[in-house]
C-alpha cells in the first residue's frame, strides 16, 4: 500500500528534475499523510510531526519498562529486515539505530564498511543500493556523499518494490534523527514546565561546521516564540543560508562572542564540538577554550535549565559536570534510541497500534 | 542424524585422498538421500534437486507473502545457528545468505574480515574454522582459496561434531549458489512457457575469468535440448576445459563473437563483467564497448526473451535499459535470496515441512 | 535491583581511589550475592561460585539437546540486548560469545573495530563505553588497555543506569572467561573420577608472556591439592608475582624445563603458544621445538590424562594428535560457548531458573 502510493515519487521526474524541486514539494514526495516515510531532511517535520513523534517515543519508553511492553513492541516488525548500510564511520547513531530495529523486533543486517562492497569492482552507488533494497524493507544509510540518500530514495520510489530510506546522515549537510532526538530532549525537560515555546536556546562552538546545530535550529522554527542564541567566535558563527532560514521563518535569534555572559539567560545550552578535522594547513586555529563549559559555569546556569550536546565532546564540557542533574548529554544519547524507534514505528504505520496498547495497558 | 551419517565423509580417507576423487564420487558424499548436506560444486546438483530447489523456493517465496507465512517460516530453524565467514570481500552474496538465514529463523553470526580472526597469530585456516565450527549448526563461507570450501567440509566430516559447509565462493573456480539463482531466475521466467527444456541461451563478455558463466553452464547441461551461444572477444572465450565438459554431456553450443547478430536469435541474454582485476600489466585490454547491451538493442531483443546480469555491472548494460520488463537482473538478486533460502531448508531436512504448509495453506 | 544496589560501587570512591583498593574489597564490589554482577578478574571466582558455573554450564548444555530446551532458553532474556565491543582483533572470543548471547535469547549488537568509534573524533574511550552503555544491558569488552574493563565498570556503576560489564580480555593481564573455560574442561574430564581436587597440572610454553597460564594458575588455587608443574626454557619462565601468589596460597608447585620427563606424571597438560609477537627485535629466540607435543609423546600420556591447550597453536602440537580422544582442545572451545552462557545467566540473575528448569524437564 504505502510502496505502491510512493512509486508516485519518481513517476515522470528524472533525479535531475527531482533534485531541483523546492523543498516544500519534495517534502510531499517523502512524508504520507502525516508521517514520514522517507527520511531525508529536518525540514519535512512539521509542529504535528514533531509533536506526534516525542508522545510516541515516550509511550514506548514507557511500554518498554515491562517485559510484557518489551515482547509487545518485539512482536510487531518481527516480519521485517532492515539493512544498515554505513559507509561512513559512526559507532554512536549505528548503534542507536540497531537497538531501536531490535526494540521492534525488526531484523538487522549490516554494511559497515565501503571497502566490502561492490564498488571495488567499479559498480554504481545507485546499483549497490538498489540490489540491496531487494533483501530488505527498510534501509538505514549514512553516507559521505552529500545528498546521497535522497537520492536513493528517489530512485526506489521508479522501482516495483520501494522500501522507506532513514538518512542518519549524509555528507556534512543533513542529520535529520540528531535533531530529532535534540527536540526529543528538549521536549522532555520541558514537559512540566509548558514545552519548547517560548525558551531561549544557546548554541555554543562550531557553529559554521557542525550540521547538528544548523538541522536543530531549524526544527525550532516550529515553535512559538523560541530565541536562539549563536555564541561563538565570529569565525565560527552559522552561515548566512542557515540565517537566512530564520529571518523567513520570522525567528529571533543573536549572534554573540561572550559566552558567560549569557549562561544566566537562557533555557537550554548545546555546546559543540569544535570540527578541526576541516580545518585548512596553515590556518590559524580559533581559541576554542573560551567556548567552553566549566564546573564554575554550573553556578551561573538557572536551577531548571539543561546542558546538551550531540557528543562526542573534547574539551568543550569538563567531565566534572557530568553528575549535575542539569547535564542532559547521556540522556541524550537514550533519548536518540528512544527517538529512532518512534520513527521507525511511524515510518511503517504501526504508530497507532502502539499508542492503542499504551491506551490499554499503561493509562 | 545426518551428522553421524556423513561421518563416512572422511572415513578412510585423507585429504589427499580425497581431492584426486572422481567428481561422481565426491558428489555421493556431499549429497544426502537426494539433497545437499555439504553444498560445494554446481555439479553435484541433478535435474531432480534443480527442480525441487526451484519449486521449493517458488513456495517459499509465496508463503513469505502473508505475516503468518513468515511467522511459521521463522519457526523453523530458530533453534539453530549459522555462521558467514566471508574472508574475501562480498556485501552481495553476504546480504543475500544473511537474509536468507533470518527468513527461516536461523540466527546469524559474521566474520567478515580475516585480519580479526587467528591467522594473524599463526593458527591455520584449517584450525579456524574447525574451532568456529564448534559453536556453529552451519557454515557459510566465502574464501580466496581455491578448493577451501571443500576441504573444510572433508576437514569437519571426520570430527565429532560435524556441520554443513556451503561454498559461498571459493577462488576463482566456484560460485555454486550463483548459479542456483541463474537457474531459478530462467525457471520462473519460463515457466508458462515450457520451462528451460529447448531454450537458445546466449552467454556474453568475460567468459574466460568469470566464474558465474562456467558454473551456469555446466548446470544448464541438466536440461535436455538447451543450445547455448557463447559471444565474446576471442581472447575471452570459454576455456577449452569448460568447453570439453559441454562436449562429454552432448551439448549443442557456438563459439562466435557477432553480438548484434544473435540478440534476435536467443531466449535468455545473460551479460557479465570484463574482470580487468585479473588483467596483466603491459597486456592491451580488450575493447569491451563491442559486447555491452545498449538502448538500441532492447527492439531487437525478442519480446519473451530475458535479459540477465550477475551483477555488479560496469558499462555491460546501459542503466536506460532498467525499466524494460525484459530486464531480470534485479528480480535475479531477489532470486538470490529466494533460492539461498530454499538450498538451507533443504539442507537441514526441513523442506518437507515447508511443502506441507504450502499445500495446506496456500494451494 | 541488581543494577541500583551497585550503585554503591562507585560511591564516594573515585577512580583512583578505587583502583588501589586491595583484590579482597574491589570482589566485593565486583560480585553481588554469590553471583558475579561485573566479571573482571579471574581472583573474583572463589570455589562455590566455580562449581555453580560448572554445574550450571553443564544442565544448560543438557537443556540445550532438545528444541523445547533451546526454546527455553531463548526465552530468558529475549528482552534484553548485549554490545559486543571488541576494539582488538578476536574472532574465537567473540564469536564464542556471540553464540553464547544467541543461546539465552540476548540480542547481539557489535562493534569490532576502533576505527569506526567516535575515538578518532578526540572522544575519550569513557565516554565512549558510557554513550554505548545507554542502548544496552550489558557490554562484552575487549581492549587493548590494561585494566580498562575495571575502569568502564566502575565508571558506569557511578551513573544513572549501571550496566553490568564482562572482560573478555583486557590487555596483557586479564582473561577471566577463558580461565572459567579452562576449568570446565577441567571440571568435566574429572567429574567421574573425583574432580579437579589433588591433581597434578603442567603447564607448558610461553608462560611468561602468556595471561591464559597466569588466570588459570590462580583459579586452580580454589582447589584442593592441586600441584602445578611450570615446563619451560628458562627465559619464558612464570613471574616472580604469579608464583607469589601461589606461595601465597600454599601451593605446591615445580618450575621444571625437562618436558618429556613429565609427562607420564600428569593428569593434564596445558600446552600454550610461544608470543613471540611480543619479542623484542634482536633478541635470539628461544628454541621451542622442545616444549611442543608430538605423536610420539601420545604413548607416554596416562590414559586418563588429557591434553589441552587455549588456542590457537602453531607448531605446539602436532595434528597428528587431533584424533587422541586426550586431546580436549577442540571440546575445549566448545565448553568456553556453554561457561559462557552459563556466566551471563548469573550475571541476570536467572541461573535458578534454569536450575528448576533441568530439575523438573532432566533428572
Redesign the interface.
Known amino acids: 500500500m504505502q510502496g505502491s502510493d510512493m512509486a508516485r515519487l519518481g513517476e515522470g521526474l528524472t533525479w535531475n528534475e527531482f533534485k531541483q524541486l523546492p523543498m516544500s514539494e519534495k517534502v510531499a514526495f517523502f512524508n504520507h499523510e502525516g508521517r514520514p516515510y522517507h527520511t531525508i531532511f529536518p525540514q519535512q517535520f512539521n509542529r504535528a510531526m514533531l509533536d506526534d513523534l516525542c508522545g510516541l517515543a515516550t509511550s514506548i519508553r514507557r511500554i518498554a519498562k515491562s ?1 510484557s511492553g ?2 509487545f513492541l ?1 512482536s510487531l516488525l ?2 521485517k ?1 532492515a ?1 544498515l548500510y554505513f559507509t561512513q ?4 547513531t ?3 539505530f ?2 531501536a530495529c ?1 526494540y521492534l523486533g525488526l ?1 538487522p ?1 549490516e ?3 565501503a ?4 564498488e ?4 554504481s552507488g545507485e ?2 543500493l ?3 533494497s ?3 524493507d527498510l534501509i538505514i544509510m549514512r553516507s559521505p556523499k552529500q545528498g546521497f540518500a535522497e537520492r536513493i530514495a528517489h530512485l526506489l520510489s ?4 520501494p522500501i522507506p530510506i532513514i538518512n542518519a546522515g549524509s555528507g556534512k549537510d543533513q542529520h535529520p534523527t540528531q535533531a530529532l532526538l535534540d527536540i526529543y530532549t528538549l521536549q522532555r525537560s520541558f514537559e512540566r514546565t509548558g514545552g519548547i515555546d517560548g525558551r531561549k536556546i544557546m548554541f555554543v562552538g562550531d557553529l559554521l561546521r557542525g550540521r547538528t546545530v544548523r538541522s536543530l535550529s531549524c526544527l525550532l522554527t516550529n515553535y512559538r516564540d523560541v530565541e536562539q542564541f549563536f555564541v561563538t567566535d565570529p569565525r565560527l558563527q552559522m552561515a548566512p543560508e542557515a540565517l537566512a532560514l530564520l529571518d523567513q521563518a520570522k525567528v529571533k535569534y543573536r549572534l554573540e562572542s561572550d559566552f558567560e555572559k549569557f549562561i544566566p539567560k537562557v533555557d537550554a545550552i548545546y555546546m559543540t ?1 569544535i570540527q578541526d ?1 576541516w580545518d585548512q594547513a596553515g590556518e590559524k586555529p580559533v581559541d576554542v577554550s573560551r567556548y567552553s563549559f566549566k564546573p564554575k559555569h554550573l553556578s551561573m546556569l538557572a536551577p531548571k535549565a539543561i546542558l546538551m550536546h550531540p ?4 574539551q568543550e564540557i569538563a567531565a566534572e559536570c557530568d ?1 549535575d542533574p542539569r547535564a542532559m548529554y ?2 541524550q ?2 533519548n536518540g ?1 528512544w527517538i529512532r524507534v518512534a520513527l521507525i514505528a511511524a515510518t511503517f504505520n504501526i504508530d497507532d497500534q502502539i499508542r492503542e496498547y499504551y491506551r490499554c495497558n499503561q493509562a
Do not use: I
Open positions: 517485559r518489551v515482547d518485539h518481527s516480519h529486515r539493512m564511520p559512526s559507532s554512536r549505528f548503534l542507536s540497531y537497538a531490535q531484523k543486517a554494511v559497515r564498511d571497502a566490502t562492497s561492490s571495488l569492482k567499479g559498480e546499483d549497490t538498489r540490489t540491496f531487494s533483501y530488505f521508479s522501482t516495483e518494490r564540538r578535522e557528543l562526542p565532546r573534547r553528575k547521556w540522556r544519547a537514550r534510541m
